[in-house]
């Protein structure tokens, strides 16, 4: 089932049993292929460094919470990173109104996977589930009662999780909350001393949900007296864009200029409603007098002529077209090229390639057949990798190869390619 097509069977998320060569259970009912999920925050500069100038997160499937949440978190990264000004992301600044923090959200702990090499554990084998932050721990649960050690502070509508006795991923919704005792609306057990998480933090969410999130581009405005001796005012933005606005006032002198300043300065400044943030006011001349209503009207008049203006001025990028007679660099193409229409198929055969069959969503059979390649690796996660020793389920232990995964009645091969340095997975 295609993950593209939104179809996914979820088998990362599955229970699998590690066999030997002899079927024999290394390990039983674990979640051997759920990773945690990929937290690059600490990576930011670096990858801009290198060049990268567009990142994608995870959103399909995930909760409106969730998508403000982590958006709002990686554009302030990018901008920390950004704010010297050496290179310019898109228009404006996001403020979002909240304090983000991905560790609120949906997660399975968080992995940097290999980008600083095979140093940690990057799976989630004992849960799929999510488990949000870390809180503190287990002292004891009795009924409907849990007593924990922690420094958050909870409240009724959290929602709380933490490991059984049997190793199983429990919890609930808070009904109350006094001190250190925490009660739910039904039973729960929880394994004294361990580790206890909030998935759902009420407090956070509730103040995510109120939350404007706004994007404001800065403009510097300037009251200038046109060549007629009207008032009138320039815009100009961070981006380089101006307009210039006229009125019909005659610019007279104040005869009191600090306070004809002082409006000036207060009633140009505000931009509220439009996707500006008036950063600098200034006054070429002298104070001059004009009425409140007056400058409000040519404070509008102004920033609507401005996103005119940034309108008018935009280039859209235009698409690279392609070379027609490029040639495909694999010539024959089998079940792991995924085609599975038409369209592929000709497009393909324009570029010279032959389909040896038919893509892996629409085969019948996979015995024997490759089903996943990837960087991750049971011999390294569970101890058994000798060349990128890591403490796991199964350090100081030998396992007679080849190993099996095992699941629903389904074993699957596991073969290491050591020289590249990843796992494959065949159906047996």
């Known amino acids: 089932r295609s993950g593209n097509r939104g179809e996914c069977a979820q088998p990362c998320r ?10 024999s259970a290394l390990i039983k009912g674990k979640y051997l292929l759920s990773l945690r999920d990929l937290n690059l925050t600490s990576h930011i500069r670096g990858m801009i460094d290198a060049g990268v100038s567009s990142f994608k997160i995870e959103g399909r499937l995930k909760d ?32 979002p109104g909240f304090e983000p923090d991905p560790a609120k959200s949906f997660n399975r702990g968080f992995t940097s996977y290999f980008i600083e090499g095979r140093k940690n554990p990057v799976s989630s084998i004992d849960t799929p589930k999510p488990m949000g932050e870390s809180i503190g721990s287990v002292v004891s649960s009795s009924g409907t009662k849990l007593t924990v050690k922690t420094k958050a502070v909870i409240v009724a509508g959290d929602g709380l999780c933490f490991f059984d006795e049997k190793g ?15 009660t739910f609306n039904e039973p729960v057990t929880a394994k004294p001393g361990g580790a206890l998480f909030r998935n759902r933090d009420h407090l956070f969410e509730k103040a995510l949900s109120k939350a404007p999130l706004v994007r404001q581009i800065a403009v510097r405005v300037k009251l200038v007296k046109s060549p007629s001796g009207m008032v009138a005012a320039e815009a100009l933005d961070e981006d380089g864009v101006s307009c210039f606005v006229g009125t019909g006032d005659e610019w007279v002198l104040s005869g009191d200029s600090a306070r004809a300043e002082k ?27 004009l009425p409140v209503s007056s400058i409000n009207e040519l404070r509008r008049a102004l920033l609507a002529e401005l996103e005119r203006s940034r309108v008018d001025s935009y280039s859209r990028e235009t698409k690279r077209n392609g070379n027609p007679g490029a040639s495909y660099p694999i ?11 038409s369209a ?9 390639a032959e389909i040896a069959e038919r893509g892996a969503e629409v085969l019948d059979d996979f015995s024997g057949r490759r089903v996943m390649t990837t960087k991750y690796c049971l011999r390294h996660e569970t101890g058994l990798c000798r060349r990128f020793p890591l403490k796991g389920i199964l350090s100081g232990k030998t396992a007679k190869e080849p190993l099996y995964l095992s699941a629903d009645g389904k074993r699957f091969r596991l073969n290491f390619d050591c020289a590249r340095c990843v796992m494959e997975v065949f159906e047996s």
């Open 64 to 95: 409106l919470s969730y998508v403000r949440n982590v958006t709002a978190h990686y554009r302030r990264a990018i901008d920390a990173v950004l704010s010297d000004g050496e290179v310019k992301a898109s228009s404006g600044i996001v403020i």
């Open 14 to 23: 599955k229970r699998y049993d590690l066999l030997d060569a002899d079927g």
């Open 331 to 341: 010539r024959k193409l089998g079940y792991e090229a995924n085609v599975t229409n």
């Open 263 to 289: 409006t000036v300065m207060q009633q140009m400044s505000k931009s509220g409603g439009t996707p500006f943030k008036v950063t600098d006011v200034s006054i070429d001349g002298d104070p001059f007098f």
């Open 344 to 352: 592929a198929e000709a497009f393909y055969a324009r570029h010279g």
């Open 168 to 182: 199983e991923l429990t919890g609930g919704n808070v009904n109350a909350a006094d001190g250190s005792t925490i």
